[in-house]
């Protein structure tokens, strides 16, 4: 992918993973990085991702409107950045708490393109009356202005050479000021700059650049609206701010991703690093804002598929692992981004990807025979661990699960030697929404295949996966002993529809035992009374938030609302208590602790954790295979803009126009009222077409619905009711009932 194609409204952003603080305007490598030198320790820093004095605040995706607090030696910073055009970059700091005189704590601008024809950079012309620093990029003029001209301006080889500067000769160092070099630095230190503005603009001509930089300073600042206020407040806004700050730029594919951390990117991965379900994952969280990131994650697994056919576990910038995938949930999360972004091209693109992984896994990883999957690691590639019983682990994404314990590695079929219910679960309902996408793209041929041996694998995971002794779901091995061990992969089979009523109630009643799932903080990644559980590391006893997503949809496909929201509740209350205290995503939190760095083992802004505050929006609206558009009249909400298949949609409701404190929730897209009404509970299964309106009501009192246009007749349950004009009457009603509304022109 060329870094010209990036759509305009997102050229400039923070696309360096190591250096969230600095901007790059795409398409020219023009960089723009904020660094910092504190004469008291003689440090200089870039403010790199991870380090103990950065904490990333709220943003908007496409970077017009970003917001970070940095700390470096004691000194506090405040900074922000937004787009007044989308080719101008305004910048703000602001000083908090000072450790030293602000005259010995200096910030600076390095400023710098690699362009692609010149691998030393363009240069940069510094004009010291106007305090202007400007450049000819590929016929592109560019021009740095501040409120005032920088104290100092310096020319460096790089930035190692400025460090050195600063860190050999100090702050009074004159020896590199200049006004013409390849890679400009403009200085401010504290005392006469706590607080400052700087904007950078591209344009076709100087003035023109000039005008829109002034322009940009004079212009009053813009804040990150809050998206998600009254229930669940935050919630929308964190999963936006995580999937916007681990959106960066993969230099050696050339093509934006959403990382699993900025943390893992360079030193772990080597530049790039996709780890198959959690970019899924990125993916669908994605979608509710942005429908373009969204396939560039989805684009990003597609690239890495082998000949077998299987997704790579794990591709970075220093290994491939061939050998093992993960668990196949990706046609879920398509068939909900497909519905979510109304885009029957998504699923066109993803259909022979999806189908050809998930036949991979019939012809690979039944191991016995019987018709049941196994996790495993096949004889090709040379990613590490390939061949051992880790790597087997590995594609379970839960590495040191103890339900992996009694299982070895069977070195004929390079499986292990037990069929976990979790995997064979996620199969089943990935082969369901196959053949749902099929029938959507008129092959039908493929749809019935898909549906037919989906059926077969339901049937054996609810009459060989279930332990009628301790009436629970379970691993189990190739003897036929259950592996005694329980992971929430035994709530899966109410994910897929193959468990039966009476095995679904037994399992939820798990969830309230203290000594299972039960408990102060859900979901526990093992019961707690597994000898494992006390051991709190990673999946041996830790809250992990892929397993409370995946159980928390199942809860709701079984028609468990009630568990289903108190496990929403749960762990957003959980995440809240990292990301409100210290702005911490997690990777997963402590069963008991309920904090996330009471152990090594906790990456603290990864992606996955944003499923945590993603499945609180879900209580107020989701889209399923099961619900369709869902959207939930209850407490006072304020929530949007998110994407639906309306399109960029708001759900509030409130006090409405009744004068009797009577609540209304509005369903608006594009900031125009599309639906209102005074009915409680979970509306499903919402269609608003232009003359054809349809949606699934939740049982309830008498009622009205009122919907944009011209209603000509409506009916529900198929029974013809009245529509006056504009609002319809609904009578009262025992169970959910289908409303259809026809409109003028119908």
């Not at 440090?43 to 790199?48: E, G, I, K, Y």
């Not at 061939?322 to 046609?331: A, K, L, M, Y």
């Not at 994404?397 to 299982?407: K, L, Q, V, W």
């Amino acid at each position: 992918m060329s870094e010209s194609i990036i759509p305009l409204g997102r050229r400039w952003n923070s696309w360096d993973a190591e250096h969230p603080a600095a901007m790059r305007y795409l398409p020219l490598g023009l960089d723009i990085d904020l660094c910092a030198y504190a004469a008291s320790r003689n440090s200089f820093t870039r403010f790199p991702a991870g380090a103990e004095g950065v904490r990333l605040g709220p943003r908007q995706i496409d970077g017009n409107g970003i917001a970070l607090d940095l700390a470096h030696a004691g000194t506090e910073l405040s900074l922000a950045y937004d787009k007044p055009d989308p080719f101008t970059l305004r910048g703000r700091w602001q000083a908090g708490r000072m450790a030293e005189w602000g005259l010995r704590f200096w910030v600076m601008l390095a400023i710098r393109s690699a362009d692609g024809r010149n691998p030393h950079g363009v240069e940069w012309s510094f004009d010291p009356e106007s305090g202007e620093l400007s450049a000819e990029i590929r016929g592109h003029h560019v021009m740095v202005k501040g409120e005032r001209p920088p104290l100092l301006t310096t020319f460096h080889d790089d930035l190692d050479a400025l460090r050195g500067e600063y860190e050999t000769k100090g702050y009074f160092c004159l020896d590199s000021r200049g006004t013409r070099g390849r890679f400009a630095v403009l200085r401010y230190h504290l005392e006469e700059m706590p607080r400052f503005a700087f904007a950078v603009s591209v344009g076709e001509a100087q003035e023109q650049v000039r005008g829109r930089a002034s322009a940009a300073l004079a212009a009053p600042a813009k804040a990150v609206p809050e998206i998600q206020g009254g229930a669940h407040a935050g919630a929308l806004d964190a999963v936006r701010d995580v999937i916007g700050w681990n959106t960066v730029w993969d230099p050696i594919n050339r093509r934006p991703y959403t990382s699993l951390s900025r943390n893992w990117v360079s030193q772990k991965f080597g530049g790039f690093g996709v780890w198959l379900d959690d970019i899924f994952y990125h993916a669908m969280m994605a979608g509710l804002f942005d429908a373009e990131v969204a396939r560039e994650n989805l684009r990003a697994i597609y690239s890495a598929q082998t000949a077998a056919g299987n997704f790579p576990c794990l591709v970075t910038g220093r290994d491939s692992w061939i050998d093992r995938t993960q668990p196949p949930v990706g046609s879920f999360i398509c068939w909900i981004l497909a519905k979510r972004l109304a885009s029957r091209d998504l699923l066109r693109e993803a259909w022979p990807a999806l189908l050809a992984n998930h036949e991979w896994w019939w012809a690979t990883r039944d191991g016995n025979g019987d018709g049941l999957v196994e996790y495993g690691t096949s004889p090709v590639g040379g990613g590490l661990y390939r061949g051992t019983k880790l790597a087997a682990k590995d594609e379970s994404t839960m590495d040191n699960s103890p339900t992996h314990d009694e299982a070895r590695l069977d070195t004929t079929s390079w499986t292990l030697d037990s069929a976990d219910v979790g995997l064979n679960s996620i199969l089943a309902l990935d082969g369901e929404m196959l053949a749902l996408i099929a029938t959507e793209l008129g092959e039908t041929a493929a749809a019935k295949r898909l549906a037919e041996r989906t059926e077969g694998l339901k049937a054996r995971i609810a009459d060989r996966l279930w332990d009628p002794e301790r009436q629970v779901f379970a691993n189990r091995l190739w003897s036929g002993a259950f592996v005694r061990s329980l992971a929430p992969t035994s709530f899966y089979p109410l994910l897929c529809g193959a468990a039966r009523p009476e095995q679904a109630r037994a399992m939820v009643a798990l969830l309230a035992d203290p000594a299972k799932f039960g408990g102060a903080w859900l979901l526990p990644s093992v019961t707690r009374d597994d000898p494992a559980f006390p051991d709190n590391v990673y999946w041996r006893g830790r809250i992990w938030p892929p397993l409370n997503f995946l159980v928390y949809q199942g809860l709701k496909r079984a028609g468990f609302a009630a568990e289903a929201s108190l496990l929403a509740e749960n762990g957003y209350k959980l995440f809240r208590g990292e990301w409100e205290s210290n702005r911490h995503c997690p990777e997963n939190f402590g069963a008991v602790s309920g904090r996330a760095l009471d152990q090594p083992d906790t990456d603290p802004f990864y992606g996955w954790g944003a499923l945590m505050p993603a499945i609180a929006v879900a209580e107020t609206t989701d889209i399923t295979p099961w619900g369709g558009f869902e959207a939930t009249h209850g407490e006072s909400i304020c929530l949007g803009p998110l994407l639906t298949p309306l399109g960029s949609t708001t759900i509030d409701s409130g006090s409405g126009d009744s004068g009797a404190g009577e609540s209304v929730m509005s369903i608006a897209v594009g900031g125009q009222p599309r639906l209102r009404s005074n009915i409680r509970g979970r509306f499903r299964h919402i269609e608003l077409e232009a003359r054809h309106a349809r949606l699934e009501l939740p049982g309830g009192p008498v009622g009205w619905i009122e919907v944009s246009g011209r209603i000509m007749h409506a009916r529900l349950d198929g029974k013809a009711i009245p529509a006056a004009e504009g609002r319809i009457a609904i009578p009262a009603r025992t169970q959910p009932a289908v409303l259809d509304i026809y409109r003028e022109g119908a």
